[in-house]
């Protein structure tokens, strides 16, 4: 894990946020599924998850490394009935991981804007880690499943993260392969939540008129 305290002390007197440990570990259990989740906002983009769901894995493991953190996952689910407690519960605790991690949010940039391609498909993420969760989409997905996940859960992920992370996040897609839009989508969250945590080393406090998020 990436240890910014140096970038905190080189500063200039500015006295930019100390992010030595920005890790979380989250676990939940219900009668639908058993997660436990480790994360390192300041990783190297490392994973080891295992959800049941193929494809499910390795979108996981492709917002890990385009954002740069270091996450496991390990989820028990009902897939005997479908994938969609095994998809939102694994959100749930991802979010909650991230707001774990984040703290106060002290001296991080906060907003971020990113734009993914993936051959003919594209998505686009716009957020603000600002502690009130809130969610749009625009788009769809051209087939309805990939593999053993259902795309429109790419979706319904996002939105579970955004909730439980408090992240205001706006979200489209565009193309015509479900797995290059779904992919798309999961890399360009990656890449807009990596900008936003990041620590501007000009800034100690919270990015805030309020003083909090």
Do not use: W
Not at 105 to 125: F, M, N, Q, T
Not at 142 to 150: E, K, N, P
Not at 167 to 191: Q, S
């Amino acid at each position: 894990m990436t240890d910014h305290s140096d970038d905190a002390r080189a500063d200039g007197g500015n006295g930019a946020a100390d992010v030595s440990d920005r890790t979380a570990a989250v676990s939940r259990e219900t009668a639908e599924t058993t997660i436990d989740v480790t994360l390192a906002i300041d990783g190297d983009g490392d994973s080891a998850v295992e959800t049941g769901i193929g494809f499910f894995d390795h979108m996981l493991e492709a917002f890990a490394k385009h954002g740069l953190f270091d996450l496991t996952v390990q989820c028990d689910g009902d897939l005997e009935i479908d994938d969609h407690h095994t998809v939102e519960d694994v959100a749930i605790v991802l979010g909650e991981a991230f707001t774990e991690a984040l703290d106060d949010k002290r001296g991080i940039v906060r907003y971020a804007d990113r734009k993914v391609p993936l051959d003919e498909a594209v998505a686009g993420v716009v957020v603000d880690v600002s502690g009130r969760p809130h969610f749009d989409f625009d788009g769809a997905f051209s087939q309805a499943q990939i593999g053993g996940f259902t795309s429109d859960m790419a979706r319904h992920f996002a939105y579970s993260l955004a909730m439980n992370a408090g992240l205001t996040l706006h979200a489209e897609v565009t193309g015509v392969n479900a797995h290059h839009e779904v992919e798309a989508l999961f890399k360009a969250l990656a890449r807009a939540l990596d900008d936003a945590t990041r620590i501007d080393p000009r800034r100690s406090d919270t990015p805030s008129t309020k003083g909090k998020l």
